[in-house]
């Protein structure tokens, strides 16, 4: 059974870029969580998906978005990059919050 | 919100010690999970327990949700242990279902 799986590993942006990060939960599983792991910060909730819809966010400004495809599996849109948005971004499957490798976000 | 108090922030041991990390917690909870990171920043799901005992190979875990605390047990620690554990909760009123809080974690290095 493949895990958690999240694309890309590594990704570079500029300030005021936009960023889309990509996560695709195990099988089977219909809730999709994204955190946030900033030095310094600790791993903060950012969005939970269920079943196509948002059912809860964290404290974060609405530049910070997402969407769940049928599928399941979920993008994570970071909008007019700011430099304090380094860090690394963790998703996880459902209620066992099995999370994946995570994408690292650096911001020049 | 609930806070997530986790002691010690750092703990150096020589292989084949053992170990107690606390996780204390400011309200009652629906769920409490230990996590570990890796040093390659892997977070990896080691218990869910948000009340009794639980053990997997050389960890166990306990917790005691009257008293607001929990426990995770390392026995004879091996280099591989090394990384950073993290106690999270959640607690399902006020809209906060879906969030776990997580504490500032317990740092550990274990020397060959």
């Known amino acids: 059974e493949a895990g958690v799986t999240q694309s890309p590993t590594h990704l570079i942006k500029t300030r005021g870029q936009q960023a889309t990060l990509r996560c695709s939960p195990i099988s089977g599983h219909t809730s999709v969580y994204w955190y946030q792991q900033a030095l310094g910060l600790g791993l903060q909730f950012l969005l939970w998906?269920?079943?196509?819809?948002?059912?809860n966010r964290g404290n974060f400004p609405p530049r910070f978005s997402g969407r769940q495809f049928p599928n399941y599996s979920s993008e994570l849109n970071v909008n007019a990059l700011e430099l304090e948005d380094s860090a690394l971004y963790l998703c996880?499957?459902?209620?066992?919050?099995?999370f994946g490798d995570g994408t690292r976000l650096s911001i020049l | 919100g609930i806070q997530v108090e986790q002691s010690p922030p750092d703990l150096i041991l020589q292989e084949g010690a053992n170990s107690t990390l606390r996780c204390n917690f400011s309200d009652s909870v629906n769920n409490l999970q230990w996590f570990h990171q890796n040093p390659w920043g892997q977070l990896i799901n080691l218990f869910y327990?948000?009340?009794?005992?639980k053990q997997n190979g050389r960890l166990s875990a306990t917790t005691v949700a009257t008293e607001r605390y929990s426990l995770l047990y390392i026995s004879s620690s091996q280099t591989t242990d090394s990384g950073v554990y993290f106690c999270a909760v959640e607690h399902w009123g006020g809209g906060s279902q879906g969030n776990l809080i997580f504490g500032k974690g317990t740092k550990l290095s274990v020397k060959p």
């Open positions: 996880a499957s459902s209620f066992g919050m099995l």
């Open positions: 998906y269920d079943e196509g819809e948002e059912r």
């Open positions: 327990i948000p009340s009794g005992t």
